[in-house]
């Protein structure tokens, strides 16, 4: 039973440039969250996300920063003229449906770093 | 603001020891929790979680949750060297979790 699955694990963008980040759920899963790592730092939620919908986008930065879950493929975090305080840990987790006690999975991380 | 605080450590135990790593907790509407470890440069890995007053035990692990106190705290048993890792702490807030900074835990040979 393959895990949470995140590609690239390491991005590296020059400032203006735009990161595309992967992540597919474990098999079974139907919800998705993006948490941040920044250097040194704890998780911080960015956002939680059902097939086709953001459920809570509230870690998100207003700008600059969006997210998806298409109904076919993985849920793709964007980020567009990436700035070096964007450089840190991206970290896709997932969660089997709500009747369950939340538990979430983590995937392997992206590795954003910005010149 | 809904906050975890864990002491960041480092903690440093013997091998064979017990470590006890601690955790307060802001929101009274948390009702999981959940311990992770995160070897440097890696993912955070599930380890335990808990979701009542009491005990749960797990292999080496004992987790234990005061929701009166708003207090969780991990036991790990004959620490091992490869134990030594930066746990963090979690709650639950509707969905999203809420992460403490982490405890450093050095396990010395």
């Known amino acids: 039973n393959a895990g949470v699955m995140q590609n690239p694990r390491h991005l590296v963008r020059r400032r203006g440039q735009e990161a595309r980040l992967r992540c597919s759920p474990m098999?079974?899963?139907?919800?998705v969250y993006w948490y941040r790592q920044l250097p040194e730092e704890g998780l911080k939620f960015m956002v939680y996300?059902?097939?086709?919908?953001?459920?809570?986008e509230s870690g998100m930065p207003k700008e600059r920063f969006s997210a998806e879950f298409p109904k076919e493929g993985p849920s793709i975090l964007r980020i567009q003229q990436v700035v070096r305080g964007d450089s840190a840990a991206y970290f896709c987790?997932?969660?089997?449906?709500?009747?369950?006690?939340?538990?979430?999975?983590f995937g392997p991380g992206t590795r954003l770093t910005v010149l | 603001q809904k906050e975890v605080e864990q002491n960041s450590g480092p903690l440093s135990v013997p091998e064979g020891a017990i470590a006890s790593l601690n955790c307060t907790y802001s929101?009274?509407?948390?009702?999981?929790f959940f311990w992770y470890r995160q070897y440097s440069g890696k993912s955070p890995e599930l380890i335990m979680s808990?979701?009542?007053?009491g005990d749960k035990e797990d292999g080496r692990f004992t987790a234990q949750l005061n929701k009166a106190s708003q207090y969780v705290s991990l036991l790990i048993r004959d620490s091992q060297p490869s134990d030594s890792a930066t746990y963090l702490c979690?709650?639950?807030?509707?969905?999203?979790?809420?992460f403490g900074s982490g405890t450093r835990l050095l396990v010395r040979p």
């Open positions: 987790a997932s969660s089997p449906d709500r009747g369950g006690n939340n538990e979430q999975f």
């Open positions: 098999k079974g899963h139907s919800h």
């Open positions: 996300l059902q097939k086709e919908n953001i459920i809570d």
């Open positions: 929101d009274r509407g948390s009702q999981s």
């Open positions: 808990i979701y009542s007053n």
């Open positions: 979690a709650g639950d807030s509707s969905y999203k979790l809420i």
